[in-house]
């Protein structure tokens, strides 16, 4: 988290009574524009994040698996004769 000051808008490092803070990635873009006359209200970089999923399937599917696309990765959690679970990373979700 960067803060910039309120009067020179001026990216700092440290919280104080004379600052907003401001996501790192944004920091130095609403610093310019602050300095150019466009004032912001609220801002947010984004932020992706990562949802665990559970997926238990039979283990003839599990040869065949494939991740979709909203799939970040999987990691498998146990596996049995029969079946398989994996844990998911679903990005954005």
Do not use: Q, R, W
């Not at 960067?2 to 919280?15: G, L, P, V």
């Not at 494939?66 to 679970?85: C, G, H, N, P, R």
């Amino acid at each position: 988290m960067k803060f910039i000051n309120y009067n020179s808008f001026d990216i700092e490092e440290n919280k104080n009574n004379l600052n907003f803070e401001v996501d790192d990635l944004m920091a130095s873009t609403i610093s310019i524009l602050n300095k150019k006359g466009y004032y912001t209200v609220s801002s947010c970089a984004g932020h992706a994040s990562y949802e665990p999923v559970i997926l238990e399937m039979p283990i003839k599917d599990f040869e065949s698996f494939e991740l979709e696309a909203d799939y970040d990765k999987y990691e498998v959690i146990s596996k049995t004769l029969d079946k398989v679970k994996i844990e998911a990373n679903v990005l954005g979700k």
